[in-house]
């Protein structure tokens, strides 16, 4: 609802990107112009999140793959 309203609003953002480790995020990766899945602790990437078009895997899991992509997307530019 946010964005939707924002767009609305003439206030869209340029980027919009997502990031998840799980079945329960691939509707959410799906959405979004930048996907980016964490491996689980085993190294392997949920099949749901794999399938999906032009995702991006983190190089490792747990919070070390969370932290590269959160440092990745702060070299994007951000607007309010």
Not at 7 to 28: H, M, Q, R, T, Y
């Amino acid at each position: 609802r946010y964005l939707r309203a924002r767009a609305l609003a003439g206030k869209a953002p340029a980027i919009v990107a997502a990031i998840g480790d799980g079945e329960n995020d691939a509707s959410l990766l799906q959405s979004v112009e930048f996907r980016f899945a964490v491996p689980r602790p085993d190294g392997t990437v949920h099949p749901a999140l794999r399938k999906l078009a032009d995702v991006f895997i983190a190089p490792e899991s747990g919070t070390g793959g969370w932290s590269r992509v959160v440092s990745t997307l702060g070299g994007l530019p951000c607007h309010s």
